[in-house]
């Protein structure tokens, strides 16, 4: 089985923390993961409300890319870690799967751009590539700094498991709580780990959105959380950067430290802070202290 | 029965008649054009359509044509041969032919039905036709068989459906094997306090019948029972029911509690499956006071001398009678019964498959066959309701529809949770005072008493908010639901999401089949809905018989339904099997296999593959022949003959094929 990795715009803009973050960790666990050469938009929000065919068009030349690229291997996956992405271009692969004659139409799209369609290639997202392919013991075994003693809510936002529930729990997804807990973190139990972070109305209707994000930061906050761990761009920069507006807002103290869900794996396994873009986030600090390396999985940080 | 002869008798004169069933196919299908084509097929000498061909003057037109001697087969297009081939056979021996010598086309669920275009539906029925046409010109007279029918009668589950069954058969006098699975007869029903509309006690009404099925001299009561094995047809069935061992012998217990007094499990440690898991009982047990049989059962998964081989065995002691018997082993029954009755019931739905709605995660919240349990005198807690700290309930949310009326669970609505949880809402104000919110998407209460009731509890002022449960979790945002369980739901009748802080919550779980169902139904060869429920032969006039002649459905296990239809339905099933026993006899479809000796070769591969030994070897002539009593018509020979010399009657290879040549010559 072949990986390639498709970035999309926000892991080269705001979450390049992410980037930087989740292939350090798959370089650290010896799982290649080359860019996608070339590769387009996913058509997200804007070209999906606008217009449906073309955003599937433009989903279908990144997979036709993608099968060219893995020349020879008839296994080949996109790891998508922005949500909105995984959402667009997961979609796309199933409506050409359900709807034959869209795939005729987006065939002859892609003809046209000199390409054939590759309706086989997958999209995964890396949660659902680190659980069930490469395994939590292994992620266990790479282990050099234990996270004992931190707590952890997971945030796991809307788009990576609704509409589709390809790889968690819909209703009460799991598998970043399953890698926290490999990890030697302790996780929340909270409600509103799929519960919207605001979305893009943080940029349209500002005070709704920052609303959205205040119900999760101040939940998190009086439930003891040290740090939010999230698995999407957005719910990212809703979350860690509006945090003084919202502060002035309702008259709360909501500094919590956000950070992806990559990069406390980065550290866990002894990664360097750099590496994993911990400079690029607002108020990291108070996670880096936490995670002081430890012998034999016991905690001895702060 | 004879061996038919391998040619037809005679040019074959055959009548079409095409139904229009009213518009249902007239209105799909261009009539004229095609009785025009039916009329210009080989040997057809009368094509006729009629507004309603099954209706009394339609079938005369039949018998007519064949005493006029214009026909001597015939060909029907019309519905499912499940609604009216028998209709039409009949017609046509009435007639005074031979009525196999007719074959009918299905053009209203095959074509009219389902097919949208006329041009393309006319074309589909007039290929349907011409392919009857094709086979019955080569059909042959057949006789059917008479076998009596046994009258005994068996009846599979013990709740209420089953219970009422096998009461109104036995005092008709008719021998009953009532087979149960658990230790004790009652099912559901046993467990509720109080049954809506009518608030009666449930245990008051129910308890004098179970007592009555253990005391009825025609009723073999065989509780901690499985069927697991069903041979044979309508009439004459051959059952296998498998008695498990519960190492307390039925005939010497008297159920005076002594040797469950005397286990040396000093308090109950095992969860007790009657009160739902809420309370706990000893390896050795009687499921509640009213059981039936009043009979102790010990549970060899948590029994001591079954898990260590060390125990002393105080109960065995404790036994004056001796009836506690730690050798006992399963016994294999083996009875002849005429006919089933199936009252397997439903499972109430599992409600952690709502993962949003916490159960299984918080305290407090409970299903609703739980609350029953808890509400009922009998029951864990001797009727009071308290929280998980020990405190009354001042509020409690009621959340309908569960696994319910929603596309991820079961998109059927399960009639009766509307209803229990009106019950349920008001045994708990009556009990806790607490303020009550019933959370309804609609307020579903056809039946007699049933609205009345919905009024009463609306003037008891349970609060109603419509609307269905988004998510139900400890999540509070306001200093005032701190500590509650806090029901989110768009109320939309205000047209808002509401956030409802409660201490308890009430899980309305919906009906679904048993986990079993698609065992059971494949032992009894019936068919199930995609649901799991059994299919009824036809939903409105054959609701309690099944397509396998001479088994019956009754209460839920045929879909969800609340007591008095169970009632209604076990009632209808025993006067159904009632009715087969007083006939006698039945006639068998004569679709049994026979041999073609010309061919034969006399080399045993059928005699091999029959599962009825109804095959044997003639050695002088060195040939196969089939014993017409014994073959049920499976088929298995026909296709296991290398030389084809085996047939089937009303299915031999030129039938068939001559049917596809049918098709295959008109489309
Ligand atoms: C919470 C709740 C409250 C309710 N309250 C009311 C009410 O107040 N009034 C009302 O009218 N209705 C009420 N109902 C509906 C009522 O429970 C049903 O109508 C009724 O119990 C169905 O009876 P039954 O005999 O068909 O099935 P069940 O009661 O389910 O009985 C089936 C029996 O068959 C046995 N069985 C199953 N499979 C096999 C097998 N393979 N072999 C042998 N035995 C087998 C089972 O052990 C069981 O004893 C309520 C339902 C629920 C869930």
């Known amino acids: 089985m072949k990986y390639l990795y498709y970035p999309g715009c926000s892991l080269k803009s705001t979450g390049r923390a992410y980037e930087e973050s989740m292939l350090a960790v798959f370089g650290a666990l010896d799982i290649p993961l080359p860019e996608l ?21 433009l989903c279908a030349r990144n997979f036709s890319l993608a099968a060219e690229q893995a020349k020879g291997d008839p296994d080949v996956s996109l790891v998508v870690p922005c949500a909105a992405c995984y959402l667009g271009l997961n979609k796309a692969y199933r409506y050409m799967h359900e709807h034959p004659d869209l795939k005729g139409t987006i065939d002859k799209a892609l003809q046209s751009a000199g390409l054939g369609l590759a309706d086989g290639v997958r999209v995964r997202h890396p949660l659902d590539v680190i659980v069930n392919d490469i395994g939590l013991d292994k992620i266990s075994s790479k282990v050099t700094s234990s996270l004992a003693g931190m707590k952890v809510a997971c945030y796991y936002g809307c788009q990576i498991i609704r509409p589709y529930a390809d790889f968690d729990d819909q209703q009460n997804p799991t598998t970043m709580n399953r890698i926290m807990h490999a990890l030697g973190a302790k996780t929340l139990d909270w409600p509103l780990k799929t519960r919207c972070c605001g979305g893009s109305l943080t940029g349209t209707i500002e005070d709704v959105g920052t ?15 040290d740090v939010i761990v999230t698995a999407c761009p ?56 936490e995670a002081v390396p430890v012998q034999g999985g016991q905690h001895v940080g702060a | 029965m004879s061996v038919p002869e391998n040619r037809t008798n005679g040019t074959p004169k055959i009548g079409v008649y095409i139904c229009h069933c ?5 209105n799909k299908v ?20 009629y507004k309603f061909m099954c209706s009394d003057p339609g079938q005369e037109l039949i018998q007519q044509d064949i005493r006029a001697g214009l026909i001597d087969r015939v060909v029907v297009a019309s519905c499912s041969p499940l609604m009216h081939e028998a209709t039409f056979r009949n017609a046509t021996g009435e007639g005074g032919a031979n009525p196999f010598m007719f074959q009918m086309a299905n053009i209203r669920e095959h074509v009219s039905w389902v097919t949208f275009d006329k041009d393309a539906a006319t074309v589909k029925a007039k290929a349907l036709i011409a392919a009857a046409v094709h086979r019955v010109s080569l059909h042959r007279p057949l006789e059917q068989t008479r076998v009596p029918v046994h009258p005994d009668v068996l009846v599979v589950g013990g709740g209420i459906a089953g219970i009422h069954a096998s009461l109104t058969l036995a005092n008709a006098g008719k021998k009953v094997y009532l087979v149960e699975r658990e230790p004790t007869i009652g099912g559901h029903m046993a467990k509720f306090d109080k049954t809506f509309p009518t608030l009666d006690c449930s245990a008051c009404i129910l308890t004098p019948k179970m007592s009555a099925v253990r005391a009825h001299p025609n009723i073999t009561l065989w509780t901690y029972s499985e069927v697991v094995g069903v041979e044979g047809f309508v009439g004459n069935f051959k059952v296998k029911v ?36 809420l309370s706990q009982r000893k390896p050795i047990y009687i499921p509640f006071p009213q059981a039936t049989p009043l009979v102790a059962v010990i549970d060899p998964e948590t029994c001591a001398h079954f898990k260590t081989g060390k125990c002393k065995k105080p109960c065995a002691d404790a036994c004056q009678p001796g009836a506690v018997k730690f050798d006992q082993t399963e016994e294999i029954k083996e009875v002849a019964v005429g006919s089933v009755i199936l009252a397997t019931g439903f499972k109430a739905f599992d409600a952690a498959r709502v993962g949003r709605y ?31 700290d020990g405190r009354k309930p001042k509020s409690v949310g009621i959340v309908h529809c569960v696994g319910s009326r929603d596309n991820n669970t079961n998109a059927y609505c399960s009639r009766v949770c509307c209803m229990y949880s009106l019950k349920l809402a008001h045994l708990i104000k009556e009990r806790t005072e607490a303020e009550v919110y ?8 056809p039946g007699k008493g049933y609205e009345e009731f919905y009024e009463r509890l609306l003037k008891e002022n349970v609060h109603f908010i419509r609307g269905r449960v988004a998510e139900i979790n400890d999540w509070a945002m306001i200093d005032e639901e701190k500590g509650h369980l806090i029901i989110r739901v768009e109320d939309t009748l205000i047209g808002r999401v509401r956030r409802v802080p409660v201490d308890m919550v009430v899980l309305s779980v919906g009906l679904e089949a048993q986990p079993d169902a698609d065992a059971v139904r494949r032992l009894f060869n019936i068919s199930c809905s995609h649901e799991g429920w059994f299919l009824e032969r036809h939903p409105k006039l054959a609701p309690v018989s099944t397509f396998t002649e001479g088994i019956f459905l009754a209460g839920a296990c045929q879909g969800p339904k609340d007591i008095p239809d169970c009632v209604a339905q076990a009632g209808a099933a025993a006067a159904e099997a009632l009715a087969l026993i007083d006939k006698g006899s039945v006639e068998l479809e004569p679709n049994t296999a026979f041999v073609n000796e010309e061919v034969c070769a006399g080399c045993h591969t059928c005699l091999n593959v029959c599962p009825y030994g109804a095959i044997s070897y003639i050695k002088e002539i060195n040939k196969a022949r089939v014993n017409g009593a014994l073959c049920k018509g499976c088929g298995t020979c026909v296709a296991a003959c290398p030389s084809g010399a085996l047939q089937q009657n009303l299915f031999t290879d030129e039938q068939i094929m001559n049917e596809i040549k049918g098709v295959m010559n008109h489309v």
């Open chain 1, 211 to 225: 609303r959205l994000s205040y119900i999760l930061l101040r939940e998190a906050k009086l439930r003891g959380a």
């Open chain 1, 234 to 289: 957005l719910c990212q920069f809703n979350l860690e950067c509006y945090q003084t507006t919202i502060g002035r807002m309702y008259h709360d103290r909501v500094d919590i430290p956000v950070v992806y869900f990559t990069q406390l794996m980065g550290m866990a396994m002894g990664l360097d802070a750099k590496a994993l873009g911990l400079q690029r986030l607002i108020s990291p600090r108070p996670v880096i202290k």
């Open chain 2, 358 to 388: 916490g159960y299984g995660k918080y305290p407090n919240i409970y299903t609703s066959l739980e609350i029953e349990r808890l509400v009922n005198a009998a029951g864990p807690t001797g009727g009071e309701l308290k929280m998980a």
């Open chain 2, 242 to 277: 498998r008695r498990k061992p519960r190492y307390v012998d039925e005939d010497l217990c008297v159920g005076c509690l002594e040797c469950i007094e005397a286990c040396i499990f000093k308090k109950g440690k095992f969860p007790d499956e009657f009160n739902q898991g």
């Open chain 1, 37 to 57: 050469h070339d590769w387009n938009c996913c058509g997200a929000t804007a070209y999906m409300a606008i217009s449906e065919l073309k955003a599937f068009a």
């Open chain 2, 30 to 49: 261009n009539i004229k054009e095609t009785v025009d084509f039916a009329a210009k097929l080989p040997y057809v000498t009368v094509a006729k359509e």
């Open chain 2, 438 to 445: 019933n959370f309804y998407i609609d307020m579903r209460t």
């Open chain 2, 22 to 26: 009213g518009i249902n196919i007239a």
